[in-house]
């Protein structure tokens, strides 16, 4: 009869060396033997149950029996006490998770978080990006909104291309910027000129100079 062969393996819980007939061994019989935290008797578990994995943690009792009677009266986690919390807009008392607490839940229904967030503007609302525009800027470094004097330079040149002449709705004319943004041009009104959409083009590659642009917006206002 041909004998098994016995394989010399670490243990990779202690690092100690043990004989096993196994060649896929990774623990030795010490790390396997565990004492009940209820009766305390040994109890030898699984290679799979020794480090536990992402839902389990290692095993702590012999059976089930031993568990259910060290957790009698414990609150599970999914049971957990409610904690009365007072609404900040309707003064209403309502029951929140111990665990949510940290969440520093404030409103009892969506109802009052909406009309807690209508109330909050500038930099108290929680959306508040420090008062930038879509270009990188302040509103206060940049003489106004983009969108606010777009309407103003349509206005003034009264839709119509300052180098063509095209005139058509303000929706299918575009505000160039004489000096770009890119280069730290402001968006007052004397730095935007209303151009058609090719005309805008022209001016983006550098066909129509700038100083051309200037002068056509000095004449205008």
Not at 113 to 138: A, C, M, Q, V
Request: charged share 30%; net charge positive.
């Amino acid at each position: 009869m041909k004998k098994r062969k016995i394989y010399i393996k670490r243990c990779c819980i202690c690092s100690n060396r043990f004989l096993s007939k196994a060649h896929n061994a990774k623990y030795c019989k010490k790390c396997k033997v565990r004492i009940c935290k209820h009766c305390g008797k040994q109890f030898e578990i699984a290679n799979s149950e020794i480090l536990g994995n992402k839902y389990n943690k290692p095993k702590k009792y012999c059976s089930s029996e031993c568990y259910h009677e060290a957790t009698k009266g414990k609150i599970p986690w999914n049971k957990e006490k409610d904690i009365p919390v007072k609404c900040i807009i309707c003064d209403k008392y309502f029951t929140v998770w111990k665990s949510r607490m940290k969440y520093n839940v404030k409103y009892c229904s969506l109802k009052c978080k909406h009309e807690g967030l209508s109330r909050r503007t500038g930099i108290d609302h929680p959306l508040w990006k420090g008062g930038y525009t879509f270009y990188g800027r302040k509103l206060s470094e940049n003489n106004g909104s983009y969108y606010r004097n777009r309407k103003l330079v349509l206005k003034r040149d009264n839709n119509t291309c300052q180098i063509c002449g095209d005139k058509r709705k303000s929706k299918e004319m575009d505000v160039h910027h004489i000096i770009s943004v890119r280069e730290e041009g402001e968006n007052t009104l004397l730095n935007m000129i209303t151009l058609c959409r090719k005309c805008h083009n022209h001016a983006d590659k550098g066909w129509i100079s700038s100083a051309i642009l200037r002068d056509k917006t000095l004449k205008v206002a």
